[in-house]
């Protein structure tokens, strides 16, 4: 069983779409984070949430914890944000994360 | 990235042969962890620390070790490397500010 959910797992868009990830997630968490992997590429934290809403540029995080839900949104999409999306949790019960397997975001121009 | 830097980039070992990665961090942040990344399985934990010489498995351990003499430093060492630790490996430092966490350039290991 899986902690973190995902969904969709995969996603095309054409540019300039409005694009939802969504993430659910099935323990108590101190905090949640949003990141993002380009192809061949590091890993970057875009946001961490443990309440409400963020909001970065184009991107903008929101969590809902008595739903244990959380959404990544992207307005106005561009090929460059082509890439997966993880989510992952921090266990009220520890410091590591729980990793969703991640959303594989494919912006068409 | 900012602040953590990953040794070697890429690397190509035979089975059988010891392997030491090397995470550096220049921010003195208490929390250093290494995971490994495969398709199908995304990211996984290998190993964590809370400290120097303060270190706790996680949930891929076997077969790696780690070490923490300095608070810059974390290496994972794999004592006997086998082809089925070939992956992406990727340090990462909780900076407690408010992206929560920095991950290093990642580390790709072939073992052949």
């Known amino acids: 069983k899986n902690e973190v959910e995902q969904s969709p797992q995969n996603l095309t868009a054409q540019e300039g779409e409005f694009i939802t990830i969504n993430c659910s997630y099935s323990?108590?968490?101190?905090?949640l984070h949003w990141l993002q992997q380009h192809p061949g590429g590091g890993i970057v934290s875009l946001f961490m949430?443990?309440?409400g809403k963020k909001k970065h540029g184009r991107l903008i995080a929101t969590i809902n914890i008595q739903e244990k839900h959380s959404s990544l949104h992207i307005t106005a999409s561009h090929p460059r944000d082509s890439a997966v999306y993880i989510c992952?949790?921090?266990?009220?019960?520890?410091?590591?994360?729980?990793f969703g397997t991640g959303t594989s975001l494919t912006v068409i121009p | 990235d900012a602040g953590i830097t990953q040794s070697p980039r890429h690397k190509v070992t035979e089975t059988g042969t010891p392997v030491t990665l090397r995470c550096h961090q220049t921010?003195?942040?208490?929390?250093m962890y290494w995971y490994r990344q495969d398709p199908g399985h995304g990211l996984r934990l290998i190993h964590y620390s809370y400290g120097v010489k303060d270190t706790d498995k996680g949930e891929v351990s076997d077969g790696y070790s780690v070490s923490r003499s300095k608070t810059e430093d974390f290496l994972l060492t794999l004592e006997s490397a086998t082809s089925s630790q070939t992956s992406v490996y990727f340090c990462a430092i909780n900076t407690a500010n408010d992206y929560g966490y920095t991950f290093g350039s990642g580390t790709r290991l072939t073992v052949v």
């Open positions: 323990v108590g968490i101190s905090a």
């Open positions: 992952a949790v921090v266990p009220n019960t520890g410091n590591q994360f729980y």
């Open positions: 921010e003195n942040h208490r929390y």
């Open positions: 949430l443990s309440s």
